[in-house]
């Protein structure tokens, strides 16, 4: 816990708390505020630890860092392309469809059309 320095009337927290409150933040159930409400602090504090911590700032003992990852995974080139080419399709299919819809609502129309023009003739 915390060691409390007369003169300063302020706070002082070991590494090893601050890389647990961090570690606990970084839990995919737990919300940062939940976690500096239960260890009593502000979460802007916790928010700075966890700045700290990822930028290497706060050392443990060597253990493994949980929830950080600084660098973004990019895909190999093979997908991108496969990927590109899925959405023109998506884009081709799209288009089609619309078509499609369209051809069907003017088909209709002129059902309707066909049935209007032959009910008027029937009631002559």
């Known amino acids: 816990m915390p060691k409390y320095n007369n003169p300063r009337k302020t706070w002082f927290y070991s590494n090893e708390f601050k890389i647990k409150a961090v570690k606990l933040s970084y839990q995919p159930e737990i919300q940062s505020k939940q976690v500096a409400d239960g260890l009593g602090i502000h979460p802007l504090m916790l928010s700075r ?24 995974k990019s895909l190999p080139k093979k997908q991108l392309t496969e990927n590109a080419k899925l959405k023109k399709e998506v884009e ?20 309707q059309n066909d049935l209007d023009s032959s009910s008027d003739t029937d009631q002559s």
């Open 49 to 72: 630890w966890r700045k700290e911590y990822r930028e290497g700032k706060i050392q443990g003992d060597g253990q493994k860092r949980v929830g950080v990852n600084n660098k973004r």
């Open 92 to 111: 081709r299919l799209k288009k089609e469809n619309d078509l499609l819809k369209k051809w069907q609502q003017f088909l209709a129309e002129s059902h």
